[in-house]
């Protein structure tokens, strides 16, 4: 299967928080689960730990690449940027991650959270989500139990499965 691309700076077990979290559903494709990740203003519609998508300086409705946005998540304000953004084709898989960070000095966290989703033999599709964080916050989120990064995602999974579904009908 298909991995997430990383930068330097983000490498899984050298930065201060990593999480990953990945559903397998029967009966969806790449291309309708798609435009529910691609369009950050539809985030709010069915994962509860998303607000307030902004864009700066860009008529949207899809992320791109270098595109800067804003939102609200795990109560922090974050400024992010598209850093990968390639639609999901016959052959590859769809990839969007951004750079996001919030805070500043002790406060300060930054993340580079990616998503992979992909087409499946036997009418499936698989979605891949992983973040790391560098920085104090992300010291503590690690630490937490219940881990809130990992339980976030996985609901951020089930509500875009969800929706996907839902779009069928």
Known sequence: MNEIHWPQDFLPGFTEN?????????????????????????????????????????????????????FETFGFPVQAQCVEYVAPASSEPGRIAWHGWAGDGDTRLDVHHAWLIEDLP??????????????????????????????????????????ARLAQH
């Open 18 to 70: 990593f999480v990953s979290n990945e559903i397998i559903a029967a009966g969806l494709t790449a291309a309708q689960v798609w435009p529910l990740l691609s369009q950050a203003h539809r985030w709010p519609s069915y994962y509860a730990n998303s607000a307030n998508v902004r864009f700066h300086e860009h008529a949207g409705p899809d992320l791109q690449h270098g595109v800067h946005f804003y």
């Open 122 to 163: 036997f009418g499936r599709v698989r979605i891949l989500t992983q973040e790391t964080q560098r920085g104090k916050p992300a010291e503590t989120l690690a630490r937490t139990r219940p881990n809130p990064m990992i339980n976030g995602h996985q609901d951020w999974l089930d509500g875009l499965i969800s929706a």
